[in-house]
T-cell receptor
């Protein structure tokens, strides 16, 4: 199993450009989520999904879109990048069953810089 | 609303010293999970421990130990005989039970172990 994979690892954008951060998992997890990590603020939830076709907003959703067409993939889209979106982005996944104990598996992260 | 506070922004110790990282949380839920993650300089998030709110037993794993006190809403992490490889940012996190797996992270504690 590859676990949770994220691409790209690094990305530099200019203000106003759009891009999609990719996240995939091969563990058949129902739950997937995106976090951003900023210095001194820990990780904050952007969007999450409890299954294909179902998404919801987290703490800091503005400027980001998501969709979940398959169980495996959960892409994060920036429609018009802003310098405030410079951050490290982590994707995570987990089972949602009662026995799952909420353990989440994190991807390696994508470091995004918006100039 | 849930909140996790890690009041110690940075800690520096000399190798072989013991060090305790503090974590205080707030939640209105009666059942929840608490976590500790390690983020080494390479940037990935490493899962260390998960604790169910029903289980207040302390846990020891090698040089690591965790002290969960529900009465004070604290989940502290102690490293005994610290090593240089323990240098990392450590995050405490809280999640609700049920199908939603959103994690609320503290802001992290940067631990530096000097040789």
């Amino acid at each position: 199993n590859a676990g949770v994979t994220q691409t790209p690892k690094f990305q530099v954008l200019k203000t106003g450009q759009s891009m999609t951060l990719q996240c995939a998992q091969d563990m058949n997890h129902e739950y997937m989520s995106w976090y951003r990590q900023d210095p001194g603020m820990g990780l904050r939830l952007i969007h999450y999904s409890v299954g294909a076709g179902i998404t919801d907003q987290g703490e800091v959703p503005n400027g980001y879109n998501v969709s979940r067409s398959t169980t495996e993939d959960f892409p994060l889209r920036l429609l018009s990048a802003a310098p405030s979106q410079t951050s490290v982005y982590f994707c995570a996944s987990s089972y949602t069953g009662l026995a799952a104990n909420n353990e989440q598996f994190f991807g390696p992260g994508t470091r995004l810089t918006v100039l | 609303a849930q909140k996790v506070t890690q009041a110690q922004t940075e800690i520096s110790v000399v190798e072989k010293e013991d060090v305790t990282l503090d974590c205080v949380y707030e939640t209105r839920d009666t059942t929840y999970y608490l976590f500790w993650y390690k983020q080494p300089p390479s940037g990935e998030l490493v899962f260390l421990i998960r604790r169910n709110s029903f289980d207040e037993q302390n846990e020891i794993s090698g040089r690591y130990s965790w002290n969960f006190q529900k009465s004070t809403s604290s989940f502290n992490f102690t490293i005994t005989a610290s090593q240089v490889v323990d240098s990392a940012v450590y995050f405490c996190a809280l999640s609700r039970t049920g199908s939603a797996r959103q994690l609320t992270f503290g802001s992290g504690t940067q631990l530096t172990v000097l040789p």
